[in-house]
């Protein structure tokens, strides 16, 4: 089993920088990819940005891709969200899920806010 814990939301003002942070536990080593998710309210939750273990990464083209970028801490267990030029739309709950060996998943850590005001 692998667990993940988000944290490093907050409050910034359009245009700013926030970097989230998504740390795994447990048996870290069945990890192939880190997913971001996000969800607005009233709506659904959203592909946000993935990073594999190969280094590859995809992002969500219409809302994200160029302000966003994922990356892993080297040498640890942590997953970031750096996010610049933040936008109002970009308010959220932010969840991170980690992709095992087999196709399971972690499932959801209990998110962290980020609020972007104009």
């Known amino acids: 089993q692998v667990q993940v814990v988000e944290s490093g939301g907050g409050s910034a003002q359009a245009g700013g920088s926030l970097t989230l942070s998504c740390a795994a536990s447990?048996?870290?080593?069945?990890?192939?990819?880190m997913d971001w998710f996000r969800q607005a309210p009233g709506k659904e939750r959203e592909f946000v940005a993935r990073?594999?273990?190969?280094?590859?990464?995809?992002y969500n083209d219409n809302s994200v891709k160029g302000r966003f970028t994922i990356f892993r801490e080297n040498g640890k267990n942590t997953w970031k969200l750096q996010m610049n030029s933040l936008k109002p739309e970009d308010t959220a709950i932010y969840y991170c899920?980690?992709?095992?060996?087999?196709?399971?998943?972690?499932?959801w850590g209990q998110g962290t806010q980020v609020t972007v005001s104009s």
């Open positions: 447990g048996r870290t080593f069945t990890i192939i990819a």
């Open positions: 899920q980690a992709i095992l060996q087999g196709g399971s998943n972690s499932g």
């Open positions: 990073l594999t273990w190969g280094g590859d990464t995809i």
